[in-house]
């Protein structure tokens, strides 16, 4: 169902931008309007979805640990499961955000002879680790499109990523891992029954769109080609302020371009928040010195006592009446 | 509202800023040029109707699908006679037709490929032409 719907919606979203270009000459609106509205919603909203994690308070560290915590100094301390200090956390996030240690832990779980039995799982993590990274190399590797002159490092990127040398233009490989890895993450939610129960819509929207996304991509840089002249002047309008719309830039362009927009301004209101989350997740970026440290709840009020001694100095005379024994004579 | 942990959180906005807008201050005060591609070569001027293997929107866009199936069809299949626009017949060669014509690679090739970064690796084996 929800696989279903968002594959047509991502349909949509491309006869949408390619009617809106080819039978409604809207170059203006999918080439220039769309992709402001687009940056504008993104920067915002990413920021206002910080502003509002940075608005809860965590008075206790909650780190999820997997490791001896500081302790005596005779007993193995496991700095980075378990930091005590900054520098700690900062090793433990670094390895989280670029190598997706926590990723790397996944078990399955299966019933086996009718017990639970845990298994090691290592392709959604090996998956889930080339998709982001082809995905980041692509990005800084569109930045060759994005600003004029081009500074001379970008080419190191295209060597790279196109070295193995096939075809003309090159075949990138990050093209190739991208698709074959967001496949793999959109099959595993077809296939393994547990994954498919707990998929709905806005799981697989984003794996469609940026199949769509790398479909058009790759289309136009192989298949059906756009002049990438007038292409990059488009962009680099775009990027100076100084939006124009010149000839000859293929419908392809506008699809690819309008699919980008949606993920840009989905971005803030959806799981793919993840990437600043992370950052922000206070079972990753604290440090557990729980024990070393006091940590006041910051919505702790002033709580009246009245203490044995007071009731005491209160009551004295007549717990003496009564004859009930007190601490002060 | 209250914000938790303030500088920290103002370092983290501050460098999501920087990246998000930096296609934008990079091209800051930078006029971009359109490549002007020359065609004032010797060979080209001899010409009595300048025109290119294809029409020259087709090459704009296709040049570099067009010399790969040339170099497949010349060094696999052993076929070197290309028809082109207008039934004209080419040899299929990159040194000795394209660039025969375009003989101004730094003024014609490397203008575009440099606007969009490219660098064809097909020199580090076909020689250019002589450019003074
Ligand atoms: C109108 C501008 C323009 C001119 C003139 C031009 N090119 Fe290109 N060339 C391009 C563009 C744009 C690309 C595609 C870049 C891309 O897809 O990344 C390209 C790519 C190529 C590629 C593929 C490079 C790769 O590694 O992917 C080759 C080969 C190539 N051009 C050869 C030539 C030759 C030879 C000439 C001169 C006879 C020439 N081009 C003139 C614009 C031009
Ligand atoms: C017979 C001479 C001749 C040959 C051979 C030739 N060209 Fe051209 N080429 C021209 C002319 C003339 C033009 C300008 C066409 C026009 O303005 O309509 C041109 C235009 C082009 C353009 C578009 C430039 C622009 O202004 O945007 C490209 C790219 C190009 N040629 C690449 C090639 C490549 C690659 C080859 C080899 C496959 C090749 N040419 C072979 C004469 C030639
Ligand atoms: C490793 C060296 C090497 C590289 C790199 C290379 N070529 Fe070649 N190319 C050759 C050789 C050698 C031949 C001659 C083969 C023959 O004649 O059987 C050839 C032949 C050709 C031919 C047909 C014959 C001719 O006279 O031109 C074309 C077209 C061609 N190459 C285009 C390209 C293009 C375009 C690129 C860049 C994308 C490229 N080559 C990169 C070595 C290379």
Redesign the interface.
């Known amino acids: 169902m929800g696989a279903l719907f968002s594959l047509f919606t991502v349909l949509i979203l491309v006869l949408i931008a390619f009617a809106g270009v080819k039978a409604g000459n809207l170059h203006f609106l999918f080439g220039v309007v769309i992709p402001y509205a687009a ?1 504008i919603t ?2 915002t909203g ?2 206002y979805r ?2 509002k994690w ?5 008075p206790f560290r909650i780190p999820t640990t997997c490791g001896q915590q500081k302790s005596l100094p005779w007993i193995k301390h496991s700095k980075i499961e378990n930091p005590s200090n900054t520098l700690g956390v900062i090793k433990r996030m670094a390895l989280e955000v670029l190598l997706f240690r926590s990723l790397f832990r996944n078990l399955k779980t299966e019933i086996r002879e009718e017990k639970v039995v845990y298994g090691s799982e290592k392709w959604l993590w090996l998956a889930g680790l080339v998709f982001h990274w082809s995905f980041l190399i692509i990005i800084l590797r569109h ?8 500074p001379a490092f ?2 190191l990127i ?2 790279f990523d196109g070295f193995l ?1 096939i ?4 075949l990138f490989i990050t093209g190739v891992i991208l698709l074959v890895s967001v496949a793999y993450l959109l099959f595993r939610r077809f296939f393994i029954q547990q994954v498919r129960y707990i998929s709905l819509a806005n799981d697989y929207f984003p794996l469609f769109l940026i199949l769509g996304i790398g479909f058009t991509g790759i289309l136009m840089r192989y298949f059906t ?5 007038n292409t ?2 488009l962009i ?1 309008g775009l ?3 100084k939006p124009e719309i010149p000839e ?1 830039v293929g419908v392809i362009f506008y699809i690819h371009l309008f699919l980008v927009s949606i993920l840009f301004a989905y971005f803030p209101f959806s799981k793919l928040v993840h990437m ?1 989350g992370v ?1 922000l997740s206070p079972t990753r970026n604290l440090s557990n010195n729980n024990r070393t440290k006091r940590h006041i709840n ?1 919505w702790n009020y002033p709580v009246k006592v009245h203490t044995y001694e007071d009731y005491e100095n209160e009551f004295r005379e007549k717990m003496k009446k009564a004859g009930i024994p007190v601490e002060k004579e | ?6 500088g920290k ?1 103002l370092i ?2 501050i460098i ?2 920087l990246v ?2 930096s ?2 201050s ?3 005060g ?1 006029a ?4 002007e591609p020359k065609l004032d070569t010797p060979e080209i001027q001899k010409m009595e109707k300048k025109q290119c293997v294809e029409p020259k ?1 087709f090459m ?3 040049h ?2 067009l ?2 199936d040339w ?1 497949d069809s010349v060094v696999r299949e052993g076929n070197n006679v290309y028809i082109g626009l207008g039934g004209e017949v080419y040899n299929m060669s990159l040194q000795g037709t394209c660039m025969k014509c375009h003989s101004n690679k730094k003024k014609f090739c490397d203008e ?1 490929h ?8 097909c020199w580090d084996c076909h020689i250019p032409p002589k450019e003074n």
């Open positions: 940056i993104f920067i990413v920021i910080i502003l940075a608005g809860s308070p965590v930045f060759r499109l994005f600003v004029d002159p081009v970008m080419h295209e060597s040398q075809g003309v233009p090159r080609k756009v002049d990438l002249v990059k002047q680099i990027f100076s302020f000859g600043p950052f910051p | 509202m209250k914000i938790y942990d303030g959180i983290g906005i999501f800023l998000a807008t296609p934008f990079y091209n800051m930078k971009s040029v359109k490549p929107e704009k866009a296709e570099m699908t010399l790969n170099r575009c440099k606007y969009v970064a490219v660098k064809p690796y």
